[in-house]
């Protein structure tokens, strides 16, 4: 019933906006004309085709029944709402799933089943740049692109090793070293662009906001030591990064205009945003977990919690220059208010580090009295007892 309510609702968007129907003409995706395919029909199980749709089903009931899906029906309804404003009569066969997973990555199986990781819910900054993402795997689903490589990997013997990413287990270790095998080609990767582009232009979103989207990640790739983005990015196992294909798609885009929906983007993901910044800074990624957050707080300079994930962040990574600017954001975030209590606990253990007892107590004291629950505390409290003791603190947030 659940499912059967969210696609109602996502399908209810299409109706109201009038969207990519069934019959609606051709549209041009990168100035060829391109139309909308008919539903597809579900193969029958004893054709290679419906074998696979089979094993992604089994799939989808583990994706179902994992812990890393988040449940909350608000945030699966606005998902599936985006993919049916984008995919027309397919949303029918379109099932949109969040997972909490602090990498940047969304894909689509050719059963209709589309994951929508947290890492990519962080970083995209307003609805558009979302739809441009879903829409670049709608195309690659419409397309059936995907299905045109698993057979292929079927052939290969390599389809059990492909099969075993669509599992949470391990995903992003194994999508970064079978990068090279599974990434879809080039003649793929432009085609999905194109249409998505195509979809958010008919859905009436910017298209330019798409390849805001692949700058933003290439910015944070060119932080990775190595600038490799296969060894970080699990997109990029299966959707090769280049400055081509940004710029490609900001030509493609050229005087578009439309919907940005930032405002209701944001207040959709704001009851998110603490567990994700967690789950980011727990990544271990400083430099990139930097850019994304130089960009939020020019988004949002009086946020006080984006400032303490930036001083966290810098204090963490300690390079050089780090404590000082660490610092002033703590000191910043204080100044404004509303600080998470941890704003607190990081002063102290750079003052402490520094020696600066005085002030390593007073910062630990107003973390106690702030966060008395604090599955730390006691180790804060034995600081000030013991003010004199070594002054390495753990590197965790």
């Not at 089979?54 to 994992?66: G, I, V």
């Not at 890393?68 to 027309?88: E, H, N, S, T, W």
């Not at 079927?154 to 090793?161: C, D, H, I, L, V």
């Not at 390079?319 to 704003?343: F, T």
């Amino acid at each position: 019933m659940k499912r059967r309510q969210l696609l109602a609702a996502g399908c209810a968007h299409c109706a109201a906006l009038g969207l990519l129907g069934a019959g609606r003409a051709a549209a041009q995706a990168g100035g060829v004309e391109w139309a909308m395919p008919q539903r597809f029909a579900r193969p029958e199980i004893a054709s290679d085709e419906g074998g696979l749709w089979a094993m992604m089903d089994r799939e989808e009931t583990r994706l179902r029944r994992s812990p890393f899906v988040m449940r909350d029906p608000a945030l699966r309804q606005y998902l599936q709402g985006i993919a049916c404003k984008l995919g027309g009569s397919h949303c029918q066969d379109t099932r949109v799933y969040p997972v909490r997973t602090p990498f940047f990555n969304a894909s689509m199986a050719p059963n209709g089943m589309m994951q929508v990781w947290s890492g990519l819910l962080l970083r995209v900054e307003n609805e558009a740049q979302l739809a441009g993402v879903i829409g670049h795997e709608l195309g690659h689903y419409l397309q059936r692109h995907l299905l045109e490589r698993l057979r292929d990997l079927k052939a290969r013997s390599a389809f059990g090793a492909f099969m075993s990413m669509f599992g949470l287990a391990g995903l992003v270790v194994q999508m970064a070293s079978l990068a090279g095998a599974f990434a879809f080609s080039r003649d793929h990767e432009r085609e999905a662009d194109r249409i998505g582009l195509a979809l958010m232009r008919q859905a009436g979103y910017d298209p330019r906001e798409a390849a805001k989207v692949w700058a933003n990640l290439l910015d944070e790739m060119k932080a990775t030591p190595g600038g490799d983005p296969s060894k970080t990015s699990p997109l990029f196992a299966t959707h090769p990064a280049s400055e081509e294909r940004s710029q490609t798609l900001a030509a493609l885009a050229e005087g578009g205009s439309g919907f940005l929906g930032e405002a209701e983007y944001v207040a959709r993901i704001a009851p998110f945003l603490t567990d994700l910044l967690d789950d980011e800074l727990a990544r271990g990624q400083h430099g990139e977990t930097l850019i994304l957050l130089d960009r939020m707080v020019a988004r949002r300079p009086e946020g006080s919690d984006l400032l303490f994930y930036r001083a966290e962040t810098r204090r963490l990574r300690d390079a050089e220059g780090d404590a000082d600017a660490a610092l002033a954001d703590l000191h910043a975030a204080i100044r404004i208010g509303g600080e998470p209590a941890r704003s607190h606990r990081a002063l102290g253990y750079i003052h402490r580090q520094r020696g600066q007892t005085d002030e390593a107590r007073a910062a630990f004291t107003r973390y106690v009295e702030r966060a008395p629950g604090a599955p730390d505390v006691d180790l804060i409290r034995s600081y000030l007892a013991e003010p004199g003791t070594a002054r390495n603190d753990p590197a965790t947030s």
